[in-house]
């Protein structure tokens, strides 16, 4: 599973990249309004000053950025974990994983779509996943990309519909 996690983060890199926000972010998607932001750049990055940052007056290097992100990651992965269950995760394969994951960093996995994946109703997971307020009016909110990810997830869920 060593090497699946290892695929699972590289797909997450570059949606991570991808993703359009509002929020201020910064290196691979890091949300410096989060409610943990502070306190997870001085357990991660300590030699950097967080204020400054956020304020655009200092950069963080692709290494630092790189910690911040296998962090984020982690953290989610655990999520995923402990929303479709370990056996299920474990399961699936690294493309789906990266889709499974990029749900529940951007929030967008709720309990409906994850129950569907734990009951192995892949033909209906991707309907109810894209059944999302954000994906619905993406275009009136001027966030667009939402759409290309969510999309890019199901095409992903997707691949786990047998004939």
């Known amino acids: 599973m060593q090497n699946a996690d ?10 991570l990249v991808e993703v359009e926000s509002n929020q201020p972010k910064m290196g691979y998607g890091f949300n410096l309004n989060r409610d943990d932001a502070e306190e997870t750049f001085q357990k991660l990055v300590p030699e950097v000053d967080f204020d400054k940052v956020k304020t655009g007056q200092q950069s963080i290097t692709k290494e630092q950025a790189r910690k911040l992100l296998n962090h984020d990651i982690t953290e989610h992965v655990n999520r995923a974990k402990s929303r479709l269950g370990d056996s299920v995760y474990d399961s699936l394969p690294p493309n789906v994983k990266s889709a499974v994951i990029s749900a529940v960093y951007r929030g967008d ?3 409906k779509t994850a129950n569907l994946m734990k009951a192995g109703k892949w033909r209906d997971v991707g309907v ?22 969510m999309n890019w997830n199901v095409e992903q869920f997707n691949t786990m519909i047998k004939e």
């Open 6 to 15: 290892s695929d699972a983060r590289q797909h997450m890199q570059i949606i």
């Open 109 to 111: 996995l709720g309990p």
């Open 128 to 149: 109810e996943y894209l059944n999302h307020q954000q994906y619905k009016k993406a275009q009136e909110l001027g966030i667009i990309g939402v759409r290309t990810r």
